[in-house]
C-alpha cells in the first residue's frame, strides 16, 4: 500500500510558475514509476511527466521544454516544477505511483488544483 500526498497548487498568471510535490509514504525507489496526471473539466485524465527509480523520464508534448519532472530519494518526494504556465494547463493535478510486479497496481493522491488565469 501507498499514500501519497499532493501540495503546491494553486491560482497562477499566465507566465508564471508552481512547484507541487508529492511525499510517498514508502520508499519510492521501490515504486517502478513516479508520474503526475491531470484531468481538466469534461476531458479524461493524461499523463504529464513520469520518472523511473533510475531518472528516466517522459513528458506530454504539450508540457514538454515547460514542466520538469524531479524525485528527491531521501525525502520520499517527487516534484513537478512548471514554468511558462497557459490556461491551458488547468486541471487537477494527481500524483500517481505505479508498481508493476506482473500486473500493474496504480496509487493515487487525493489531487491538487491548478488554476492558471489572468
Known amino acids: 500500500q501507498v499514500q501519497l500526498v499532493e501540495s503546491g497548487g494553486g491560482l497562477v498568471q499566465p507566465g508564471g510558475s508552481l512547484r507541487l510535490s508529492c511525499a510517498a509514504s514508502?520508499?519510492?525507489?521501490?515504486?517502478?514509476?513516479m508520474g503526475w496526471y491531470r484531468q481538466a473539466p469534461g476531458m479524461q485524465r493524461e499523463l504529464v511527466a513520469a520518472i523511473t527509480p533510475g531518472g528516466s523520464t517522459n513528458y506530454a508534448a504539450s508540457v514538454k521544454g515547460r514542466f520538469t519532472i524531479s524525485r528527491d530519494n531521501a525525502k520520499n518526494t517527487v516534484y513537478l516544477q512548471m514554468n511558462s504556465l497557459k490556461p491551458e494547463d488547468t486541471a487537477v493535478y494527481y500524483c500517481?505511483?505505479?508498481?508493476?510486479?506482473?500486473?500493474?497496481?496504480?496509487?493515487w493522491g487525493q489531487g491538487t488544483q491548478v488554476t492558471v488565469s489572468s
Open positions: 514508502r520508499i519510492i525507489g521501490s515504486i517502478d514509476v
Open positions: 500517481n505511483g505505479r508498481i508493476i510486479r506482473g500486473t500493474v497496481i496504480d496509487y
